[in-house]
């Protein structure tokens, strides 16, 4: 066996659900990364990832930022600690993809979009894995080579099978809609004016006094609607889909869904993704493995730290809609930078690299 | 940057379109894998890839094999030089990694089904990467699990857009049928008996006498009926189905293969897979990630050597076939430590590794 | 040759494009009826239509509706003439076939409603023919039958290949609208109390102040939403789809509208419905046979009176909606001989008679 | 009422399943007829029917044929009595719609071809109601327009959900592979010369001797291949597919058969016809509707004596097939009027009617 070329020292922050499935994929799937220090609340977690992925564990989190053994990192601990993680991050110097939200309010993504203007090269990567899915990046290639016309509406329907008691009509904003919010950003290169939330008749599987579903409805800058059904107690499975209709044509991702057709029964049909792994787990893998070939050079490759504060920006005006009935408008700050009038969105990522090659090689 | 666990060192022998494929899956995103020695019988090609991946020109293919800073081999040069190269893998005791065919004829490979029962390990590994294909899983899966009762007939479609002048009846057989000889026993768990071909009006785009399309039917020890249509020239795309027809349901792969939906210009529809990379990638890298986690554990995990050999003598009874107009028997010899009486395949593959995870990790 | 039961005698008002399809498929491919007079007030239509289909015209449509050869009506005027020969309608005692508006405003729709109260049985059917397309029919058993639980959404599409210059955004509303209005209020079987219209970038191909596409949105008596995008200029063909949204599951009509799928070009797909006739000439059809078999028994079989009215009122409510780009509510007045207070619709067919079964027989 | 443009008056001989079928059709939904006589080997059969529609019953089919209220006949007896009954038909010079099989034997089929020759005008339109289904006339249109190129195969499905316990393999044969017979012939318009059926595993649920299912194969005459997968206890549903593989597309028919698509269960989907009434109702409609405008003219519009008579000498060619394992030539007898070399099939139906308009007006 040969030495290979070195690899990218992770430190992952976090191990629930996604930072341990982020952990796996870097050790056992990512080429050119390897897990050095896993670190969670939870010392017993913490370790029982790092010991199946051959890392350490460091208990303080900034100490793991801080760690000398350590060239990028992971964020996946709980939104209230990304503020002080991110910019430790920034402080140190080191690449970091961070899962949404950025931050937990505007002023404190801010803060963090002002940090790294300061610095002046772009380390902050945030997790926004669609884009780096197959049917997404194609749809977005068909809006961006005409195949479409100018849009003019998005759709967006995102149900989720179930989710915890504490998902409440705030929450259902800040944790699903705002994937749409960046979808919607991603596909029409334009950020978001105002949000709109409709609430009729919730499902009985749903607490009293939560709104589920709901109808989100964006405003952007050019004055395209984006309607977003955002139902997640459905019982059924993980269906997530976005029609984009411009016009010389719509197009329509997150249909056809299925591995095997069948005929049995009397009926004919497939199986839904029933789970964010099986819908997004190559989007996942792909995000993961370019941001290493990015990291490895000291940059990110995909949403950056803008796109993490309008996102934050729009779900709060989003969480103000859900509770007074009104439309509300979202204001951004300018943009480090950027003149104040500009349209279109800026995104973060290194210019010339637009689309997943599949291949994150490191040179 | 820190120092990895080693990874496997791999010799690429023959660095044509699939070669070249491979050797850049194992260069840019297989885990734990690095392309050390490049050899092909045209050295310019051979000094391009390695070039390209960091890897040393090897001239002669035998002592590629024997060089001792390689572990394993991935053997996709031409077929006639299949059965040399793969007695060398033996001979050095190094897992392998076979493009299909396993060799051009029937004794020849029943030659290396017995010199590795010989050895008393498996270490030849045959490329049949539909097996790794998520929807054939899948399918696969199905019919295990019970979910279409016995399954009494399978279909199978195998259309190219185009292929070059050479590709005649017999070629066809080759090197596109013998897809659907590996995805029949697959999917079917015995043996190929016997093989008919239908040829009927060919499309103008076929050289004379040559049947493009053809319908070739295999009978299996059980007395099943697979039908494949194969059909090389359509101009259309890449277009594989596989059907399988139970008691109790059937089911299709294949039908459903798009990214987008679109309506523009009157119609609704979507795009074809273009190419065997569109198709058939995923299952290819699944492959490649899959072999270089059993490699490194000395061994293999997907067809072997004994399916090698069973396609090359199903292929050679359907070029008779495809010659007389007849129906061909398949007569294979005895499976070594195994009765003749057998009917199920036994394939090669460790016990308890039957499904692709996705995650190739080494201990 | 023999001579057949006695036909039910129909008078055609207006043979435009509408009517003159009704008259063809009366003289054609409905048993049991005959157009025996036919009236426009383009005279030379008329004779034109008459002469095809060997009918008498009448120049008045009020003595039309009179003459003592008709046993029934079928209007198919414009609108602003269809309060008066409703009128008339009832006047004779004569069943009639009403095509959609019932009247241009919602008093002299609530006076038919009540002249037909006076009159004690129902008399006036109203051209929702989508109630008879096998499609809304099955979507309609579904939820009766409980099969997607509780329904919560109800997300309409209506696109128009193109409308004439004319067509502003209120002429939507009335015209386009109003068929979602009836399916909204046929599935849900509940009264619409408010309309919302949300106005975006319009295409390029919409006049100066037009905004198409709209989203409009309806809250249903219980607390429903309805969302329904009306876009009328795509360019691209007629599509209709509807998709309800219940507790425990999902259901879309007009997604898969096709007869032959195609592979070419490198791209599958089939071709969409390119207009109404194609999409909804099977619904047209079963509502005039239903209609002739009930009219011949002096009642009707469908949307009635009240359907009619209470479209209507939405559609001027929808219209203050486009114009303030405020929620409007509707405000429905009482039903005869209901208690205000009702929530079901009370659809004025015949007790028992509840789904199309395509025979229109008579006694 | 009025009186009615004089109706055709027909004889229905047959009131099993089908025949009843096609009573109730002529009784309530086909503009232009009347059923005025039922007859029927079971007394109380034919009473019932009769009484539910209005018609006398005649006990004796040659009888009742001759009666001189009857217009035109519809038989729907057991195929052996149909040579006696056609040509009776013939002798009167009375047009007949007569359900497949034309005869029992080539020899009698032929004999009534000759018979119509001799009489100088088509009387005999065969019940191929897949001619008038829409997704066939849009295939049929798809290959007549170029669509998709010279046609080089043919791929047919034909599944149903059960049969009785008689369906031995040559009653699949003779009963339900004529409809692919027909289709064939329709879809290319060239005859069928050889028959090959391959016998393979059977489902559990066939008879001892039974092979259910089987895979037929056609030659045509210009040597094109036709495959028909003949399944007829599946359990499931009824399955009827069609795709033609042409030089530069391929298409097909049968795919997508649902009114609503649903997604419950953690599967999305659609119902399967359930039977031919659903899956073929449209079809016997309007072969009806057509037949009755055409007799009305003293003509037919739609499959001849002819195609009735090369129907049958295909099947009896492939029960030969069934039975001896081997390819069967067909061997026609000469056309009447037509040279022996004459490759297009020169269908009865008069010339320039090609094709269903849904309306079959009488003049």
Request: aromatic share 8%; net charge negative.
């Given at each position: 066996m040969a030495e290979p070329a070195s690899d990218l020292r992770v430190a992952v922050l976090g191990?629930?659900?996604?930072?341990a499935f982020h952990?796996?994929?870097l050790a056992t799937r990512t080429k050119g990364a390897r897990v050095v220090v896993v670190n969670d609340f939870a010392p017993d977690k913490a370790a029982e990832?790092?010991?199946?992925?051959?890392?350490?564990?460091?208990?303080?989190p900034l100490e793991a930022i801080r760690d000398p053994e350590v060239d990028a990192v992971l964020i996946a601990t709980p939104g209230k600690a990304h503020a002080e993680q991110v910019q430790a991050c920034l402080d140190a110097g080191k690449p970091v993809l961070c899962e949404k939200p950025l931050t937990t309010d505007e002023d404190s993504s801010y803060a963090l979009v002002e940090a790294e203007a300061a610095l002046g090269r772009p380390l902050v990567q945030l997790g926004f894995m669609r884009r780096?899915?197959?049917e997404?990046?194609?749809?977005?290639?068909?809006?961006?080579?005409?195949?479409?016309?100018?849009?003019?509406l998005v759709h967006c329907t995102h149900r989720n099978p179930s989710v915890p008691e504490f998902f409440n009509s705030e929450f259902m904003i800040r944790d699903s809609v705002v994937h749409e919010v960046d979808v919607a950003r991603f596909l029409l290169d334009e950020e978001i004016t105002s949000v709109r939330v409709l609430r009729g008749v919730a499902t009985s599987a749903a607490p009293a006094g939560t709104s589920d579903p709901m109808i989100v409805v964006f405003e952007t800058a050019s004055g395209r609607l984006v309607t977003d059904e955002i139902y997640v107690r459905t019982g059924i499975a993980y269906e997530v889909r976005t029609e984009v209709v411009g016009e010389t044509g719509s197009a329509t991702i997150g249909l056809d869904q299925n591995l095997v057709r069948t005929s049995t029964d009397g009926r004919w049909g497939g199986q839904i993704t029933p789970g964010f792994v099986e819908r997004f787990g190559?989007?996942?893998?792909?995000?993961?493995?370019?941001?290493?070939a990015a990291a490895s050079r000291g940059t990110i490759d995909g949403p950056g730290v803008w796109d993490g504060y309008a996102a934050v920006a729009v779900c709060e005006a989003g969480v103000k809609a859900v509770q007074t009935g009104e439309k509300v408008p979202v204001e951004l700050k300018a943009k480090p930078g950027a003149p104040a009038s500009a349209a279109a969105l800026g995104t973060d990522a290194e210019p010339g690299i637009t689309e997943p090659d599949l291949i994150g090689g490191r040179p």
């Open positions: 191990v629930g659900m996604m930072g952990a796996d994929a990832v790092a010991g199946r992925i051959g890392a350490r564990v460091v208990a303080d780096f899915d197959a997404y990046v194609a749809l977005k290639e068909l809006i961006t080579t005409g195949g479409l016309g100018n849009p003019l190559q989007a996942y893998d792909t995000e993961l493995q370019r941001w290493v």
